[in-house]
Each structure stands twice: as structure tokens, then as C-alpha cells.
């Protein structure tokens, strides 16, 4: 009877060890989703900084050199840092002064925090450059869905996906909403 007692207490010790490991290894996931959390919500909010300064140099940096980019137009679907590069060109060539103002940011963090996903709704206003003949025109576009993939190479966050789309009134496919 002792022998079957000792036994039960000693599974009872295994498995209270065996919860507490993985206790540990909860919070320690936990803990390396907050601290990442912050990281990347930097991260999304400075990932435009190229367009305001006008920088293919740090754009370079924020891309992945895999990176793929879908933009608003059926042609903005680019992969690669050397397909993605002519349109960043382009873009910097012809805004002035951007402004971007978020919303409803949501962040998913990779079990390993070196990869994060979001989506956030922005209004985007610019200047068009100036010419010779305009001082450039005022564009202001609102509602914009805006989503990512990032991953962290070498400790440095870079975009891998990016989305921008603006909605259609009406479904594209009919359906009812389930209940």
C-alpha cells in the first residue's frame, strides 16, 4: 500500500512540475508578445517616412527584398523590392506633404514575435508636386484599408506584404449575411 501511495505521490509531483513549466513558458510567450507589440505598432507608424521625406534609400530598408505589394489599381500587384521600387519612385516624385491619420489598428503577433500581421482603416491626404504652372493640387482620400505581413530579419522589421484597397458600395459577390 505504501508502494502505490508513493507512486500516486510521485506522479503527483511530475505532473504539478510538468503544469508549471508550461506556466513559464505561457508568460514567457505572453511577455514576448507585449514587448513585440509595441515594436511593431512603431514600426507601422513610421513604415511611410520614406514618402514623407522622399527617400528610395529608406523605403529600401522598410521593403523586404521578397516584398509584395497590391495597391488600389488591377496593375499594383508587384513582387519583389525591384518590381515594387519604380512605383515607390513614382510616388515619391509626385507627392508633397503627406498626411496619414489611422484607426482601428489591429496587430497579430507571431507565437516567436519575428512576425506580426495588422490592418487599419487611414485617411491619406497629399499635395500633387508643384509645376511651373500649379502649386500643386490638395487630394484627400478617406477610408482606406490598409494591411500587412511583417517579419523581423536580422532584428529589423520589414514589410513582406502590404495592401491598400478602397471599398466598393455593393458586394462583388451576392450573398445574405448568415444569422
Not at 506556466?23 to 510567450?29: D, G, M, Q, V, Y
Not at 512576425?115 to 482606406?144: C, H, P, W
Amino acid at each position: 500500500m505504501k508502494k502505490i501511495l508513493d507512486f500516486f505521490l510521485l506522479l503527483l509531483l511530475i505532473s504539478t512540475g510538468c503544469n508549471e513549466v508550461e506556466n513559464l513558458k505561457s508568460n514567457k510567450k505572453k511577455n514576448i508578445i507585449k514587448m513585440v507589440d509595441q515594436e511593431v505598432k512603431d514600426f507601422i507608424t513610421d513604415q511611410y517616412d520614406f514618402l514623407s521625406v522622399g527617400s528610395i534609400d529608406i523605403a529600401e530598408k522598410v521593403f523586404s527584398k521578397d516584398a509584395i505589394l497590391i495597391g488600389t489599381d488591377k496593375e499594383e500587384y508587384l513582387i519583389g523590392w525591384e518590381e515594387i521600387k519604380p512605383a515607390i519612385l513614382g510616388q515619391i516624385e509626385a507627392i508633397e506633404n503627406p498626411k496619414f491619420v489611422t484607426r482601428n489598428l489591429k496587430v497579430v503577433i507571431g507565437d516567436n514575435g519575428q512576425m506580426a500581421s495588422y490592418s487599419q482603416i487611414l485617411d491619406f491626404s497629399y499635395r500633387t508636386t508643384a509645376t511651373e504652372s500649379s502649386s500643386g493640387v490638395k487630394y484627400e482620400i478617406k477610408n482606406i484599408r490598409n494591411s500587412g505581413v511583417l517579419k523581423k530579419k536580422y532584428g529589423v522589421w520589414k514589410i513582406i506584404q502590404i495592401h491598400w484597397s478602397s471599398g466598393k458600395k455593393g458586394q462583388v459577390v451576392k450573398y445574405k449575411i448568415a444569422n
